[in-house]
Every structure is written in structure tokens, then in C-alpha cells.
């Protein structure tokens, strides 16, 4: 079973475009993370969230809007995409937000036209 | 802010080799140390966690060591496979309420049969 799932696996849009990435956790866990990584494959925190509160907004512009409906769900809309955007997006979860281990989902893979 | 390095960016060797790879980084106070494994196309996995109390971590084929106050880790691969050729993150968790994982870019290393 797939601990931590990600839709869609890849995703190319055109710039002004607004897309949703979805996230889904079956570890029980209470906190869900997403990452960014770049072109140049550094990977970097945006937002985290515990029992379905935001902890961790790492000045990410307004236009990456986090969503928990609940713990085993984040999901990541993103109004009027730009080239910049285009990235891998990550997901992870951990069971608190104390530095345990995090498990990371496989990744989607945005393309911005 | 706590800046993670890891030199160099990629590393090729026979197979069968020990290797060492490195990791430093800026700010002491850290909570632990965290090893993770990437594959082409994935997401990470999880390799070891160090407390920043203990030295060391152990798991298989691999050793983490810590050294807090000079702000270094070093992740040992034993007996070296095809199958270890992966990009390796150093991530080191801070202290505080709101600590995130800051990750190193990481090394890409390619086991040669």
C-alpha cells in the first residue's frame, strides 16, 4: 500500500493557468508537509501542517494556497502559474511535528509554458 | 540561518569501494541530523535519523556519524553496489516551535559494476 500518494504524477500547463496538486497519507500521521524542488534539484520547505493547522508558511508567494480538509489530506493550489513555478512538487508527513522521520510521496512534476 | 553544503556534487566509484560523504553545516544548535536516498524520478526515503545527543546511527551497510560542534556528518557506505547509485540529502532539523528540515543539495553517486 502506498504510504503517501500524490496526483497528478506530472502536470504541464500554461502560464496563468491555475492548477491543484492533491496529497493523501495512510501512516495515521499528524503532520503533511510540501516541498519544492528546483532545477538545480534543491529542495526546500513551503508549508507544513499539523491536525489540519498551519505551522510552517516559508514565504511562499500568496499565490500557493495550501489546503487540509483533514489530517490525511494537503493539497496545493496554485493560481496564475509563471515559468518560475515549474518545479517538483513534494509531499511529506511525519507523526508530529517534533523532527521525526518524513516520509516523502514520489513527486509531481510541473511544467509551466 | 542554518546553511546545509554537501562537496562534491557527485561521486562515481568502483563498485566494492567504502565510501564517505560529507556533509556540513552552519548552525550547531540543530535537533538531529537526518539521511535520506533519492532515486531518478522518486521521492526520498528515509536512510538514518541521529539525535543530536549520539554519535552515531547504524542501519545495514550504512553509518551515520554526527559531530555536533564542528557541524559536520558523515554518511559510510560499506561495500559499495550498482544498486547504491542514488543522489544522498544531508537535512538537519533546528530547534524551536516552528523547526523545519534544511536540506543540503546532495551528492549523486554512481557505482560503476
Known amino acids: 500500500d502506498t504510504a503517501v500518494s500524490q496526483t497528478p504524477k506530472y502536470l504541464v500547463t500554461q502560464m496563468g493557468n491555475d492548477k491543484s496538486i492533491k496529497c493523501e497519507q495512510n501512516?495515521?500521521?499528524?503532520?503533511m508537509y510540501w516541498y519544492k524542488q528546483d532545477s538545480k534539484k534543491f529542495l526546500k520547505i513551503m508549508f507544513s501542517y499539523n491536525n489540519k493547522e498551519l505551522i510552517i508558511n516559508e514565504t511562499v508567494p500568496n499565490r500557493f494556497s495550501p489546503k487540509s480538509p483533514d489530517k490525511a489530506h494537503l493539497n496545493l493550489h496554485i493560481n496564475s502559474l509563471e515559468l518560475g513555478d515549474s518545479a517538483v512538487y513534494f509531499c511529506a508527513s511525519s507523526q508530529e511535528t517534533g523532527g521525526e522521520t518524513q516520509y516523502f510521496g514520489p513527486g509531481t512534476r510541473l511544467l509551466v509554458l | 540561518k542554518q546553511e546545509v553544503t554537501q562537496i562534491p556534487a557527485a561521486l562515481s566509484v568502483p563498485e566494492g569501494e567504502n565510501l564517505v560523504l560529507n556533509c556540513s553545516f552552519t548552525d550547531s544548535a540543530i535537533y538531529n541530523l537526518q539521511w535520506f536516498r533519492q532515486d531518478p524520478g522518486k521521492g526520498l526515503t528515509s536512510l538514518l535519523l541521529i539525535q543530536s545527543s549520539q554519535r552515531e546511527q547504524t542501519s545495514g551497510r550504512l553509518n551515520a556519524s554526527l559531530d555536533k560542534s564542528s557541524g559536520r556528518s558523515t554518511l559510510y557506505i560499506a561495500a559499495s553496489q550498482p544498486g547504491d547509485s542514488a543522489t544522498y540529502l544531508c537535512?538537519?532539523?533546528?530547534?524551536?516551535?516552528?523547526?523545519?528540515?534544511?536540506f543540503g543539495k546532495g551528492i549523486t553517486l554512481s557505482v560503476r559494476p
Open positions: 537535512a538537519v532539523w533546528g530547534w524551536g516551535a516552528n523547526s523545519k528540515l534544511t
Open positions: 501512516l495515521g500521521h499528524d503532520t
